[in-house]
């Protein structure tokens, strides 16, 4: 039945997809703003790989040209594999702390401060912050949720993407672009 329904308007879909990456932005935001989390560098990287995934998804639900959509689902995948990697990195260093726990420069000191090919292993090597779980729902810190989040939307992605390359349901022999 789901599939059906993404086989008859992944434009639909994408642009679900959209909406939710907006919605975790907005919550991300909330619990900055209002409740006072300041983000580590690793979770500035996910929320750009949030807006990528949001802005390539929306795009994707812009046209019905099949190509069109395809391109940009393309796109919003490679985003939303990377946002997981990063989400997966730090959910890492929240398992297994470094021994040495430091806080480190914020993100923008290090893009600031140092050039891009020493500042990504410094992103990625994390900090005392980027270990630290301020936050949890469900048994999960917020790393874990955009894990689970990132992957999710990998996998409908893919489906649909698949699905497309098949030429959609087997009855329509095609994907309606409604």
């Not at 993404?6 to 639909?12: E, I, K, L, N």
């Not at 730090?90 to 040495?100: A, N, R, V």
């Not at 999960?140 to 939307?153: L, T």
């Amino acid at each position: 039945m789901v599939l059906n329904w993404m086989d008859q308007a992944p434009r639909r879909v994408l642009a679900l997809i959209s909406a939710a990456c907006v919605a975790m932005l907005a919550f991300g935001m909330y619990l900055q703003h209002v409740v006072g989390l300041e983000p580590c560098p690793m979770c500035i990287v996910q929320r750009y790989a949030l807006i990528g995934v949001a802005i390539f998804a929306g795009l994707a639900s812009a046209r019905g040209s099949k190509g069109w959509w395809m391109s940009w689902g393309v796109l919003a995948l490679v985003s939303s594999g990377f946002g997981a990697f990063v989400a997966a990195r730090q959910s890492w260093l929240q398992w297994y702390p470094p021994e040495i726990a430091t806080c480190g420069r914020d993100f923008y000191g290090m893009i600031e401060n140092y050039p891009i090919s020493r500042a990504i292993p410094m992103i990625f090597r994390g900090s005392g912050d980027c270990a630290a779980i301020d936050w949890t729902f469900l048994g999960g810190s917020i790393a874990n949720w955009s894990f689970v989040c990132f992957i999710a939307f990998a996998v409908v992605l893919l489906v649909l993407l698949v699905r497309g390359l098949k030429g959609g349901s087997q009855q329509g022999g095609g994907y309606s672009m409604a």
